[in-house]
């Protein structure tokens, strides 16, 4: 047994033995349910080599790990030797880990009870309670859940550290509504809900709360903290013991913050502030959302008598969602200032390509990541850019190689999957262009999903639609000519924050939250072909009011994103008259308003991309 | 106080004084959860003068008529007078039954525990159990339910019995799955479930289980019944003292059942049986549909030390909702008469109109009635014909009167939605048809309802999808220019059985049931404009397998219903080419199929209605 994490599985197994377990769940997550984590909390890769998202269960005789279609061909290639296999979700026959433990046969253990360990920082209740659920459902009764926070830090000897890196604040110019105000708000909602305080513990719902950010994860400008918030204190949790002197960027946010009335107080004094919580009537009543809260605050809180939790969905999300005037005027400057970016680095791509020059799908990655870096308030990019030529761009999350990626060819596909960080908005945007001669899968596939972009973009809605309910718009022409896609259509974001958030989504889930104006969602339909090729046109799309009348309230989508679509591998006799008019329209509009700012040649290269079809 | 309504509804009051309640419920429906009753559980009209769909609440201070939007108008016409006040429902800010018990103030009463009393004849367990849960989540823990079977029958002196109609068995050929195959079905359900039998309830489903028709409701082929199917008796309750000797049809009924092994029990026998049920080892479990089992029989089987019940979906309603292969040629059949029947009538309506004779929308329904019922196997008609010219039209749910309906003009637009049964199949359509001469507004109405009906017709979708996901192909067209409408687009049909059954629908309500190859469901957008006209245009469409793919299972709708679709009030530019070529291919085959059958002055019409646009 050579391979390392094989190894690490039997270590393990090892502690398993000696602790009395018969599972341990190794999460996928951190003590927030961030999507994306800190190195720290990469447990799933330590233990597996395994980079995507995901779980592991591991009992004494099976090592499994849980993934969506979305990572299939990633697991398959990393898991070999590993000894752990691949748990599909997703697809129809799914069997998620609950289910799975609540019904697999334990080899026989020391005592009846079947014992399920998991890291209490990083499961959220919700999770636990759905092991429960599923284990009450099986009529298997005699179980329990151990309670086991930093369960590989005895074999994970070089383990990082929990983030630490500059705190920002935003003023309120930049986000419209100021923390004072925030604060208030939710304390409102503490009445409402007849509650004494309120427990965020989502890093982007805090850096809203506060309007502050840092970058203690890649790409999601958030600050690992929790935020306690009652009727008469602010407490923000956040690692605060070895603040450089030089760095004047946080030193001056605390001072802002305490002028605000926000307690700085130790990170790791959240769990001792839980346990000692207490009231002048001996019930403290605490608000928190179980999606995101961990079970081990959550044990803490259940042992101190004084308090109590109220779960709910916590209301900063919906809140967040709903973009302001001055948060829309931001994103709008930002997909201004993005587009610029992009137009110059397709502009240089085709030139560079055609010109006979060797580029790699990371070379090309490094260019726009420069361009996007000259723009002023740029703070890095909003996730790792997928950079993809040819069979590349059909691996649904491909990361571009930065040695040895495949050398752009001028033909076919190229797919560019990225965004940035500005202190002013967030961005997401994918483009698929034509390098030169594209085959007629390529062209059919590309045109086809751009109908279904243009289908969404297009949509009108009453007042109270979720995403669910038009889904079927982006994929209606796939379905017709017998494609799909195994993802969702659309998804929220931040401004100035995570390229993910919730709480609406537009896939076929039954997510009954409905869209709100307001709301920034991405619109991005698209088409895998294992092996050949694949194609995505993604834009952000806010939610505006259209019409009043006898029917109802009428809601439409407003296109943030401006850069060129490509009308060189458009099937045209596929478009109806419809989707030509608003491709045009679009096309025209993007021109109008990038080509003042572009260098000469590149505006005059604009013009030509985007002559009417 | 004059109206004879106000006054039933002081007596009740009386009633529930003498009784401590606070609050009573009249039952909108009969002891089986039926959707149509007949005339003894007309409860609701009996005390409001109210026809329409919806349910009653009597408070010592307070009466409230709770219904939805389709009869918002009726309501508005039958209430005044009655001091019974209209409780919107299906609006943004409804306050249903439950919620509005367990939150409304109650005028003092005897004792402080707030009594609702409820014909638990005619309330399901489901609907009790809400109005359960409503009091428990206001916090208002003092109430009690009260059973109260037979409520109004001490105040309603010529109540109608319970009816009793002839009752006729389809034998194996016209339905494809015996009686003795669907009880050894049922039985391998019940193995898999572990319970000792299964109480249906729902009417429909126990036709279909026995292969029996009767006309006990109006339009609904069924029989007043309960079905007990244990693993080794099958035992059916159902009026039968007094079956006339000239009712040779039921009597053969009959011994056709019991030589199947039915056994035949009169229809009161179920209370008794329920109580007294019980097993050698002292448990009989039970499996019962909450929504449709009734209150007062669940409470006789809680009384019953030896019953035990597993309440959960009947498995028959999907199984019912899949038509076999000998069901669906069957509703071919009855699509291919019914169309015929329908050329004839609407060949007739536009000549004797355009001929200047009188006609009103009675005559014309009567008309309709007299061709439909020259088709060997005709069985009546599946619900009351809504024949409406003009602002008739309007209304969702327009009763056509005997007398003194309107005489239909010589221009605009006139409706008819209607349907027959038969031996062989249930039909269900709606064509709207130009008389003349028509406004804007209405030719743009026709064409943008058309512009749904055929997104719908045309749609495919994975296997899995659910209703609620494509509801949005009949309605983005209407949504696009505005328009809208409050119900659902299309419901489930049963073979010979009712007009509306489930469990999948199309609509924007949130159904997890999906549409399965074999399912018959409506395609019916409409838009209303009241005070004017109204169009709906409506066909069945069979779910079928489309294709299999690397993407996956598709499926997809072929329309079942033939009649042409009234070309003249369409605005061509609003059509695309896709719409155009469904529309001409549809009616060509319209004229194809039925010309060969019909008079040659009506075919020689329909060839000059279908030629393409």
């Known amino acids: 047994m050579e391979n390392i994490y094989a190894k690490r599985v039997e270590k393990i197994r090892s502690i398993m033995r000696k602790k009395g377990w018969d599972a341990v ?16 909390w990469h447990q799933v890769e330590w233990v597996s080599g395994y980079s995507g998202e995901g779980e592991i269960v591991i009992t004494l005789d099976h090592a499994g790990l849980w993934t969506d279609t979305r990572y299939f061909i990633q697991a398959a290639k990393q898991l070999p030797g590993t000894g752990i296999e691949l748990h599909k979700t997703r697809v129809p026959d799914q069997v998620l880990i609950p ?67 500059s705190i920002i604040t935003l003023g309120d110019e930049q986000v419209g509504w100021s923390r004072i105000q925030k604060i208030s708000w939710l304390r409102k909602f503490l009445m409402e809900k007849e509650c004494d305080a309120i427990l965020l513990t989502a890093l982007d719902e805090i850096a809203w709360t506060l309007n502050v950010r840092g970058s203690d994860i890649d790409y999601n400008p958030v600050v690992m903290s929790y935020l306690l918030v009652s009727m008469d204190e602010v407490n923000w949790y956040v690692k605060k013991r070895a603040i450089p002197k030089s760095d ?24 001792i502030e839980l346990a000692s919580l207490s009231d002048e009537d001996g019930d403290r009543k605490l608000f928190a959302d179980p999606s995101t809260l961990n079970y081990n605050l959550y044990n803490i809180l259940m042992g101190n008598p004084s308090a109590s939790v109220m779960t709910g969905k916590s209301p900063v999300a919906l809140r967040k969602s709903i973009k302001n005037s001055v948060e829309i005027a931001g994103m709008k400057e930002a997909h201004y200032e993005d587009g610029l970016a992009m137009e110059k680095f397709l502009h240089w791509l085709e030139t560079t390509v055609n010109s006979g020059a060797i580029i790699s799908e990371y070379d090309a990655a490094v260019k726009l990541g420069e361009f996007r870096s000259q723009i002023p308030g740029y703070r890095g990019d909003s996730f790792e850019t997928v950079s993809a030529w040819g069979e ?45 001669p594209c085959t007629h899968l390529e062209k059919e596939d590309y045109t086809i999903v751009l109908k279904g972009h243009i289908g969404l973009a297009m949509a009108v809605f009453p007042k109270g639609t979720a995403g669910c309910q038009i889904d079927v718009l982006a994929r ?5 000519t017998f ?29 009954r939250q409905a869209i709100v104006p307001g709301m920034i969602t991405s619109n991005e339909p698209r088409i895998y072909r ?51 008019t608003w491709l045009n329209e679009y096309n025209e509009r993007v021109y109008r308003e990038l080509s003042p700012r572009l260098p000469i040649e590149v505006a005059q290269w604009l013009r030509k991309k985007t002559l009417p079809i």
């Open 99 to 165: 289910e799975w433990l609540a019904n697999v046969a334990f080899p026989s253990t020391n005592d009846k009870l079947v014992a399920v360990a998991v890291d209490g920082d990083c499961q959220a209740i919700s999770d636990v309670n759905d092991i429960i659920d599923a284990f009450k459902a099986s009529g298997r009764e005699e179980y329990k859940i151990v309670n086991a926070p930093e369960m590989l830090s005895e074999l994970w000897e070089d383990r990082p550290d929990i983030p630490q890196t």
């Open 530 to 580: 294992e092996g050949l090729h694949g194609v995505r046109h993604e834009s952000l799309v806010l939610c505006v009011e259209a019409d009043k009348n006898e029917f109802g309230e009428f809601l439409k989508f407003e296109t943030l994103t401006l850069c060129h679509i490509d009308t060189a591998p458009i099937i045209k006799e596929l478009l109806n008259d419809e989707e030509k």
């Open 483 to 511: 494609r799909n896609f195994g993802h969702g259509t659309g998804h929220g974001i931040g401004f100035y924050l995570n390229v993910h958030e919730g709480p609406q989504d537009i896939r076929q889930n039954f997510n």
């Open 392 to 436: 590349g761009a059909a691996l649904p999350h491909y990361i571009t190689p930065k040695d040895g990626s495949t050398t752009i060819g001028n033909h076919g596909l190229y797919l560019n999957d990225s965004g940035g960080q500005y202190l002013f908005g967030t961005t997401d945007i994918t483009r698929t262009v034509a390098l030169g």
């Open 25 to 40: 769940i190794i999460s996928g997550s951190d003590p927030h349910s961030s999507e994306y984590m800190a190195p720290r």
């Open 248 to 271: 004047q960027e946080t030193i001056d946010s605390f001072y802002e913050l305490k002028a605000d009335g926000v307690n700085i107080r130790d990170y790791s004094d959240i769990a």
């Open 476 to 480: 209606e022409p796939m379905w017709k």
